[in-house]
C-alpha cells in the first residue's frame, strides 16, 4: 500500500531534529533506518503528518569506549554492531543477538537504537539490551538525560521518550572474560521474526554463578527480564543440572505471552522456560 501523505524533515543536526519534533508534538516521527516505520507506514498501522529523517546525522553513528562503557551511536546499523570489534570483545551478546535480526539487507540499513525505540516485544536486541543493563541517552529541549534499559520499555511499541526526544546513543557496562552468553530464538524459518528467544548473561565464579541476566523476547507487552529465573540462578553450582533446570522452570513467572498463528501462551510460556534452560547451560560454560 501507499503510506498516507506526510511532510518530510531531513534532519541537518540532533539540536533541529529535537526542535522539529517539539514543534510538531505527537504528529511527528522520528525516522532512522526505516526499517520497522515504513513497512507501518505503507500498511497504514502508522500515518505521521511529518517525518523527520536522522538517517544522515554521522555522528550518531559508531561504537566507541568511555571507561567501563560501551557507546553505541543510535544510528550504528545492524551490520555495523555485528561486524564492530569492541562489540566482541565486551558485549558480544549484541553480536550474538544481530545475527538472529532479519535478513542482510535489511542488517545493512536498520538501526541499533531504532530497533531499541522501536520496542517490540518480538524485537531480539530489547532483550539483549534488558540483558546487559544498558542504558538508553535520550537528547530533548532540555538537553540530554540517561534512562535505565529497564524503565524504558514503557508499554506494546512505546518507551520512555517523549515525542520530541531523540534517542542518541546507548551505553553497555563492557562485561569481561568471567561473563558467557547465548541468545535461544526459535523462529520458524530462518531470518524470521522470534516466537520466543531468551537472551542470557551469566556470570562464573570458581564454579558457580555468581550473577545471571534473562531477557525475554515475545513474552508480553514489552521485553521482559526473567526476575525469578534469575533469583533462582545466583550462587547456584554451574554443574547442577537439575538446580539449572529448576530454575529455568520459573522463566515464565509473571509474563503474559500473546497467543496467534505462530503459537498460543501456554507453548511460548513452555518454549521459555525450555529455551532458557538451554541458554543458561551454554551461558555458564555447560555445553
Ligand atoms: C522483513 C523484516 C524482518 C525483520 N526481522 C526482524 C527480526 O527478526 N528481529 C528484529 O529484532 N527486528 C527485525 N526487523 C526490524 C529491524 O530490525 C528494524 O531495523 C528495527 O526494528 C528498526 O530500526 P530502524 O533503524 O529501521 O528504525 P525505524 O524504522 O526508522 O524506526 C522505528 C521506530 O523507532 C523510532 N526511532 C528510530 N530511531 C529513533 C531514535 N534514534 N530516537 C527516537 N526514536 C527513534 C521511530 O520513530 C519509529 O517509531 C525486521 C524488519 C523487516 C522489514
Redesign the pocket.
Known sequence: MIPAAFDYVRAESVDHAVATLAEHGDEA???????????LMRMRL?APGVVVD?GRLTG?RGVREDGDVLVIG??TT?HEVLHNDLVHRYARLLAEVTA????PA?RH???F???L??A?P????PAAALALDAEMV?QGPGGRRSIPVRRFFADY?ETA?SPD????EVRVPKLGPEWGFRYEKL?RVA????IVGVATAVRRDNGSIAEARVGLTNMGHTPLRADATEAALAGLDASDDTALAAAADRAAEGTHPPSDLSGQADYRRHLARVLTRRAVRHAAGLS
Open positions: 516521527k522520528v525516522m532512522a533506518g526505516g526499517q520497522s516505520l515504513l513497512p502508522a536522522i550518531l543510535a544510528l545492524h538472529t535480526v532479519a535478513d535489511i540499513r536498520g538501526t537504537g531504532g530497533s525505540a522501536h517490540d518480538a524485537g531480539d536486541l535520550a511499541l521518550l526526544e531523540v534517542l542518541v523462529n531470518q524470521a521474526w522470534a
